[in-house]
């Protein structure tokens, strides 16, 4: 029985310390999907804020002084060229014009009376009854007479017109503005505040600006030696509203400003819209959506980058299959994908998924990634 007891001691000791001298298995490397960095021919799309303007934005001013009798309008309303907006009191100009032309008929009597005189004198001095002196002074009066005739037609003329501003027309087609005068109030033509304003919006201009660096690539990709030849090869542009949906309708580049802004170091650009439906008005904001051409770009998927302290980084993977964290330089988007101009180079292989887990130097199983960038990204 002692025996046995020994034998059974001495086997568990030797399996206790079997157990000790035993390692740990090593967890298994995680399998991933990489994908190999290429050249690719891209276009990027960036976002420029803009602001929107009637093709004429005009205020609408009285250019004489009274009480205003009549709006004939109301504030939002479309409006047609020459339709008549208000009415100011028209009794004080009219009675001007009768004035002036009084004075006319006044004028033309007066023409007819010196007209008289010369003839009376004519013959008289022919028949050397009178001195010549008597007729030179009545033909100057004459010539007086004319002139202040021509005199009084302009005054009538200047009545005319006058009067004429008491109906405020409309310049252009388009939609009023707010009515601050009503009915009654008093307006001059020296008011700070215009009567309305006016939109003529068949057409908008989107402005919007490029900084110094934006505008040369942004030149620099068209052909043409001048900026009016770039200009017409310019592709159309795209309009995105406050809500962050596309307009509609394409747009037009037709204009370059002739200098930068030397407070904001950019240059304002100008891109017209058709807008028949009136769907866009004076004063609307925006984002001007404009391609730019890359060649032999570098893109990488947004989903494969971490960002860190206002850095972004991918994970690399080596020879040896291990990853290596590597800070990459973003100059724009393409889709999904940032495009890299520093960081990564073509051939490099990063890891596409898992990256939040992954630490610097960890092995992994790479696997090839399902989605190839040349799939996912914007070809010129």
């Known amino acids: 029985m002692k025996k046995v007891t020994l034998l059974s001691l001495i086997a568990l000791f030797f399996i206790s310390c079997a157990d000790k001298n035993t390692a740990p298995a090593a967890p298994e490397a995680p399998q991933l999907p990489v994908l190999s960095i290429i050249n690719e021919d891209v276009t990027t799309e960036t976002e420029y804020p803009a602001s929107i303007q009637g093709t004429v934005d005009v205020e609408i001013r009285p250019q004489v002084s009274g009480n205003l009798d009549c709006v004939l309008v109301d504030e939002g309303a479309y409006v047609t060229k020459g339709q008549s907006l208000f009415k100011i009191n028209e009794r ?11 004075s006319l008929h006044a004028a033309e009597a007066a023409l007819i009376n ?26 100057a009066s004459q010539k007086i007479a004319a002139a202040n005739i021509e005199q009084a037609r302009a005054m ?58 934006d505008f040369i690539k942004f030149k620099s990709q068209y052909a043409g030696t001048t900026i009016g030849d770039k200009i017409k ?20 580049i037709d204009m370059v400003d002739g200098q930068f802004d030397k407070t904001t170091g950019a240059i304002t650009l100008r891109a017209t819209f058709p807008n028949a439906n009136g769907t866009l008005r004076s004063g609307n904001t925006g984002k001007i959506r404009l391609g730019i051409n890359h060649d032999d770009a570098i893109l990488v998927p947004q989903s494969a980058t971490i960002e860190m302290q206002d850095k972004v980084f991918v994970f ?28 990564v180079k ?19 199983q790479p696997q090839k990634a399902a989605v190839e960038v040349a799939q996912i990204i914007t070809k010129k």
């Open 92 to 102: 004080p100009f009219r009675e001007q014009l009768n004035n002036a032309l009084a």
């Open 114 to 139: 010196t007209q008289l005189e010369v003839d009376k004198l004519t013959p008289l001095v022919q028949n050397k009854v009178v001195s010549d002196y008597q007729l030179k002074t009545a033909k």
């Open 156 to 213: 009538v003329a200047s009545a005319r017109i006058n009067l004429g501003y008491t109906n405020v027309k409309a310049p252009v087609s388009g939609y009023i503005g707010r009515l601050p005068k009503k009915q009654g109030s008093l307006v001059s033509a020296t008011d700070i505040e215009p009567l309305t304003t006016l939109s003529d919006v068949h057409e908008v201009f989107v402005y919007f600006s490029l900084g110094e660096t």
């Open 233 to 252: 090869n310019l592709p159309p542009v795209t309009l995105i509203l406050a809500d962050n949906n596309a307009y509609a309708k394409a747009g037009k």
């Open 316 to 343: 690399t993977l080596n020879k040896e299959n291990k990853v290596n964290k590597m800070p990459v330089t973003i100059i724009g988007k393409s889709g999904t994908n940032y495009l890299i101009s520093d960081g």
């Open 346 to 364: 073509t051939g490099d292989q990063i890891v596409l998924s898992g990256i939040d887990k992954l630490q610097e130097g960890q092995l992994i």
